[in-house]
């Protein structure tokens, strides 16, 4: 093909592109039209379409904003909590009623609160808090029980621990006397078994340990809170470790003691944030101090006395004393007086100078009273004292009426006995009650054919001493005798006891007499000195002042050092043995001196 073919084959091909490319539109702008029409037909469903898109997005992002709010509200909730240990709901309270009623702020309120039980118990099986704190979280969460429903109630026995004052306060506080409230814990233990069944903590305890098996921390926490009792058993706790503290040492009772006093610890223990590292963070194990209940401590000290071992109890105490005021707020001071009174009680006598030397540094509001107790104890002698108790019989006597029982031991009692028995009563915050024999004359007289007679004796001396006295003496026959070893083998005898208007009221005396034979009478006075009548020393403010002013009278007795009371003595004396001679001289003319 020459170079005309060439051209005219070019144009072709550009000619047939041209019409091809023009084809192409045409369709083109047909199918756009057809669409055109398609869309102007379908206008109205489409933006039906895009509005509800739009709405669906809308909704999904202000429902995540919502919950995103919701969420946040509530970590600010748990953050308090982690920080401090207390909730501040200010964020959620601030949420509106409009995201309280929603799903998701009812999930929040659920994890919440399954996060704290968990966190609870997990942290009081480490020892690093105490069940008033769980009670007080779980009193708090009260408030999402309606949305909640399973943690509704498992505060019931909030009272027995708020408030703090009450709750730490020693079974003992309501009881006039030591002995009196360890009495009744003795007496209401079996009430307390009885009252908690196959629900005791020990077996709680162990039913505890299954139920952490499941993970059900909301229901450990009603198995820590006894939610499921009527009764709250925690005031029982205490007697029952009282108790089992004053019983016979055993092998069975030491372990059931030991395991009781793991529970009460368990349960009742007290803790609080070391102040080197804040108060506020309860969750540091190494920033908690645990210390013993007070019921815990008075029964580790009554087992130690009774073991003869009173300084185990040492440290827990200075660990009480530096950190129970921490937790309590005004009550605390009230306690240590109750276990200022259990170690006087006790005996625990370096113990007791503690607790009052303590309230002495801490500016503590005190009685005059403490203050010569305290003065009192810093100048005993420990070892004088355990030497009295243990060769010095205390003794313990009703009587009646009708009946003198009088202590003759004072009559061969040195001065330092009586100083060291003076001591011991004030240690024990005891005093003297016995008649004190302080003066003696006995007489064996030669009698015949003697027509023996009490109550003859008795109308003779009466007579007798109202010719000397006038009425400053009354006689009466009253059953009296010597104390031997808390028992009393009366006889009947001529009592002859003081006015008040005698110049020594508190000096009586006790006329005996006793046929030994046909042939021989036995004869004997005692001057008796009655501390209940001592008007001196009743009227003392205290037991120590009390005691002091026995002691001094005692001493003044023994040595004779008021010539006046000697000599009033032996005047009585002389007068009553004048007055037995003249009633012997009825049936014998034989003297009393011979």
Not at 399 to 422: G, H, K, L, P
Request: with cysteine; charged share 25%.
């Amino acid at each position: 093909m020459g170079l005309l073919g060439s051209l005219f084959s070019a144009a072709a091909d550009i000619a047939k592109e041209t019409i091809t490319e023009t084809m192409n539109q045409n369709e083109t702008e047909k199918f756009i039209k057809i669409m055109m029409e398609r869309d102007a037909q379908n206008a109205e469903a489409n933006e039906k379409l895009y509005q509800d898109w739009l709405t669906h997005e809308r909704s999904n992002y202000f429902a995540a904003k919502k919950n995103t709010i919701i969420h946040d509200a509530f970590d600010v909730l748990m953050d308090s909590f982690e920080d401090t240990g207390k909730f501040d709901f200010s964020a959620v309270d601030s949420l509106s009623d409009e995201l309280k009623n929603s799903d998701s702020y009812k999930q929040e309120a659920a994890d919440v609160v399954n996060l704290c039980c968990e966190a609870l118990v997990k942290l009081h099986q480490k020892c690093c808090i105490s069940i008033r704190f769980v009670m007080q979280t779980i009193h708090n969460l009260q408030r999402f029980a309606d949305i909640v429903p399973s943690i509704r109630g498992l505060d019931r026995h909030y009272d027995a621990f708020f408030p703090v004052d009450n709750a730490d306060c020693s079974f003992l506080t309501d009881f006039d006397s030591i002995a009196e409230g360890l009495e009744a814990a003795k007496n209401d233990s079996d009430n307390y078994l009885a009252m908690v069944g196959s629900n005791s903590p020990l077996s709680r305890l162990a039913a505890l340990k299954d139920i952490l098996k499941s993970e059900d921390y909301v229901a450990a926490v009603s198995n820590l809170l006894f939610a499921d009792q009527e009764v709250a058993p925690y005031a029982g706790m205490k007697k029952m470790i009282l108790c089992l503290s004053m019983e016979e040492t055993d092998e069975a009772t030491a372990l059931l003691l030991d395991t009781y006093c793991t529970v009460i610890m368990n349960y009742l223990r007290l803790s609080t944030a070391k102040e080197k590292v804040g108060k506020d963070n309860p969750f540091i194990s190494a920033s908690t101090e645990q210390i013993l209940p007070i019921d815990l401590l008075i029964a580790q000290s009554i087992k130690s006395s009774k073991s003869g071992s009173p300084q185990e109890v040492d440290t827990n105490l200075d660990e009480f004393l530096e950190y129970y005021p921490l937790i309590c707020t005004s009550s605390w001071e009230d306690q240590l007086f109750i276990l200022q009174k259990v170690f006087a009680y006790l005996k625990m006598y370096s113990q007791e100078r503690k607790v009052l030397e303590f309230l002495v540094k801490n500016n503590i509001p005190r009685t005059e009273q403490i203050d010569r107790r305290l003065n009192f104890l810093k100048n005993l002698n420990q070892n004088d004292i355990s030497n009295a108790a243990n060769s010095i019989e205390e003794f313990s006597i009703q009587t009646s009426d009708n009946e003198i029982a009088y202590d003759y031991r004072f009559i061969s009692w040195t001065v330092s006995e009586i100083n060291s028995y003076m001591n011991l009563l004030t240690s024990e915050d005891k005093t003297l009650d016995l008649p004190m024999v302080v003066a003696e004359w006995n007489k064996k007289i030669p009698q015949k054919n003697i027509r023996w007679s009490t109550d003859a004796m008795q109308v003779y001396l009466d007579k007798y001493l109202h010719e000397n006295f006038g009425d400053l003496y009354t006689t009466k026959i009253k059953n009296c005798g010597a104390v031997l070893s808390n028992e009393v083998e009366y006889e009947p005898s001529v009592y002859i006891e003081a006015t008040d208007s005698a110049k020594y009221p508190w000096l009586s005396f006790v006329v005996t007499g006793e046929q030994l034979t046909m042939t021989q009478v036995s004869f004997a006075i005692y001057a008796l000195y009655l501390p209940t009548k001592d008007s001196q020393c009743t009227q003392a403010v205290d037991t120590i002042e009390q005691n002091q002013k026995y002691q001094n009278r005692l001493i003044t007795l023994k040595q004779a050092q008021n010539p006046k009371i000697k000599n009033y003595i032996e005047s009585i004396n002389e007068i009553l043995i004048s007055g037995l001679e003249a009633w012997l001289n009825n049936n014998n003319t034989s003297s009393m001196y011979d």
